[in-house]
């Protein structure tokens, strides 16, 4: 994140237009992000689509 000048879960839901909250859920394993939410992040977060796949669908979204 910090290479797109994101540092924090605020910037990245102004960047994105995802809650704060879903934004949380997601990053603590809590909830899997939708189709929607992966595709906002791919896009603010400039992830190539083959590295997107293995982050979100890692069992653990904390380590990948």
């Not at 992966?38 to 982050?55: C, D, F, H, N, T």
């Amino acid at each position: 994140m910090i290479d797109n000048g994101i540092s924090t879960i605020i910037q990245l839901s102004s960047s994105t237009g995802i809650s704060r909250n879903t934004l949380s859920q997601v990053l603590n394993g809590q909830i899997q992000p939708s189709a929607s939410v992966m595709q906002k992040l791919v896009e603010s977060l400039k992830i190539p689509p083959e590295r997107a796949g293995l982050i979100f669908f890692n069992p653990n979204l904390r380590i990948a």
